[in-house]
C-alpha cells in the first residue's frame, strides 16, 4: 500500500474539475498532549500508538490553492516564492502530485503565524490547511474523516489538525490506514491554557521525521513506547472527562519527557535541548515545588509549551514574560 | 541477607583488635563507562546488571581512621569537623557500626581532591579508601575481592575503586553477593585520557541513590536497561581489548545517555542537565562531526567527563579551556 493506492481507494475512480478561482482554508496547529512517536508504516504514515492533541484556533496556517497553466508549481511562503530546490517546495509538489489530474502546476499560497520547522507542529496545520483548500477547489465534498486521512499522508500529525478541541488521533488497525485519522472529543475545558515559550525560531538541526526513524531503528527502549503512549492516552482522556488538571498536567509532561528520553538513548542521541530548554524546565519544577499547578509539554524541538489554568495565568506570565499565552477554547 | 549478616559471613566470627596508632588508606575514584543503575537487592547493594570502570589514580580520597575513647565518632573531612547530623556524617557512622566492637568510636579524617556528591564519585573513592584502612586498623588481610564487598556495602560503586584501571563489577548472581565485586582486567591503555569538565561543585538537588531507586520504581523503561547494560559490556570489553577507541567511545557515550534517558523518563522525570551540559555536549558533537575522535560519559550528575586519546589532547584542551585532563594508564 502507497500514498497513491489510498487516494486512489478514497476517490473510487472519480474525477474532478478545479475552481478557476481557486480555493482557500485555514487549519490550527495541535500541540499533543500524548505524543505521536514512531511508525508502523513509513509508506502512508500509520503510527504505532494512538495520540492525542488539542488544536490552537488562533495559530496555524492559511493556505490558497489554484491550478496554473505552466508545469512547474508556483510555492509562497508567508509571501515570499520559495525555489522549487527547497525541502518545503519538494514536501508541497510530492504531495500535491498525488492530486494533480492534469499535467499542470499549482500556485501555493502559505500563510503561517507560527515558525517553520521549530518544533510548532507547523507541517501538521500545512497540510491540513491545503488539504482543505484542495477539497474546495475540486469541490470533493469528503468529510473530515477522509480529509484527516489525506492530511496524515502529508505529515502524520497534521492528521489531528482538522479539528479544533480535544483530538484523538486513533492509530486504527486496517494496512490500509482508512481507520487511522482524527476523532474529535466533545469535551471542552474554557480554562485551559497553553503558554508558548519559544527560544529558538530557527530551524532545527534534525527534522522530526528524521528523528523519528533514528529513535524506532536505534533505542533500545522504543519497544516499550506503544504500551506506554496507550496508556497515557487512556489516563489522559480520563483527565478531560473529569477535569483533573493535575492529571492532564502530570500525564502530559510525563508523556513527553518520555518522547525526549527515547531520543536520547537513540545511538547517537538525539537531544533537543538548548541551554534555555533545561533552565525554564528547571525553574518550571522549583515553581511546581512551591506549589504553582504548571506543566509543560515538548515537541521534537527546543521550545516549551506550558499547561496551567486560567486562574495561575497571571502569575505565570509574570513568572515567564515571553510566554505567550494561547487559549484552545476561547475564540 | 542484610549488611550485618554479609560482614559476619566474611569474618567466620573472627575478632580483631584494632592497631593503637590508626591506619591510612588511599582509593581512587573511579568513572564508569558501562554504568551501575539499579539493583536487584537494596538492603545490600546487589546490582540489577553488571557494569565497568576506569579508575583515575590521581584523584580519589585518603583516610586516617583510629579509635577514640569517647562513644561519638569524630569525623573531619578536608580538615573540618564535621556535625554527626550531617548526611555524610551519618552515612559514614552507619557503615561504621558495621565494624565496631566495642562500644567506641572512631575518629576519621578524610582528605578528597574531588567534589563531594557532586557526581564525581566521591562516595565511591571514599567508602573504598575507608575499607582499606579499616583493613590496615584491624589487620583484617582480607583479599581484594572480600575488601571489595565490604565497600559495596558503603555504596556500590565502590566495590570498583579497590584498583586502578579498568574495573568489571561483576553482578553475580548468589543471593548473599558473594561473587558481586570488582575484577580487574589485565589490560592497559596508556594514550587513553580523560577530561573532567565541572560545571557544578556544588551538591546535587537529589542524590544518585534516591535518583537510582526512583527510576527503578516509575520509568517504563527500566525493564530493558539490564539487557543494554550486558551487551555494552561485552561491546566495551571488546574495544578496550582491541584498542578500538571509536568504538568506546560510542559505546560509552551511548550507555550514559541511555542510563540518563531512564531518569528523564522517570515519573516525574530526573535531569541531571544544566544550560552548560547541554551547550557542551552539542559543542562535542558538533566538534566530532567536524571528524574529532572525542566521546563524553556522565554520571548522576551535571559535569561530563570527555573521553579521548593523547594524540587530540592539544585540541581538545584548546576546545574546551576548562578541561582538566587525567591519564588513568599514567602516574
Known sequence: MNKPEVVAKIFQGRAFVPSLEGAEAFAPINIALCKYWGKRNTAINLPAASSLSVSLPSKGTRTYIKVIETA???????????????????????????????????????????????????????????????????????????????????????????????????????????????????DTWPDLCLGLLVFAEAQKAISSRVAMQHTVATSPFYKTWPSVAAADLATLKQAIALKDFEQLGFVSEANA???????????????????????????????????????????????LKLLFLEPQRAEIEALFPHCETVKPFVK
Open 72 to 186: 512547474e508549481d508556483k510555492i509562497f511562503l508567508n509571501g515570499q516564492s520559495l525555489d522549487a530546490s527547497l525541502d518545503f517546495s519538494k514536501k508541497l509538489t510530492d504531495f500535491l502530485n498525488l492530486f494533480r489530474y492534469e499535467a499542470r502546476g499549482f500556485e501555493v499560497h502559505t500563510e503561517s503565524n507560527i515558525p517553520i520547522s521549530a518544533g510548532l507542529a507547523s507541517s501538521a496545520s500545512g497540510f491540513a490547511a491545503l488539504v482543505l483548500a484542495l477539497d474546495k477547489l475540486y469541490n470533493w465534498r469528503l468529510s473530515r474523516s477522509q480529509l484527516s486521512i489525506l492530511s496524515r499522508l502529508g505529515s502524520g500529525s497534521a492528521c489531528r489538525s482538522l479539528w479544533t478541541g480535544f483530538v484523538e488521533w486513533q492509530a486504527g488497525q486496517d494496512a490500509e490506514g482508512m481507520d487511522s485519522h482524527g476523532v474529535p472529543l466533545t
Open 257 to 303: 519527557m518520555a518522547m525526549h528520553a527515547l531520543m536520547l538513548s537513540a545511538r547517537p542521541s538525539v537531544l533537543y535541548a538548548r541551554p534555555e530548554t533545561v533552565s525554564t524546565q528547571h525553574a518550571i519544577w522549583a515553581a511546581r515545588n512551591q506549589g504553582l499547578s504548571l506543566y509543560f509539554t515538548q515537541d521534537a524541538g527546543y521550545n
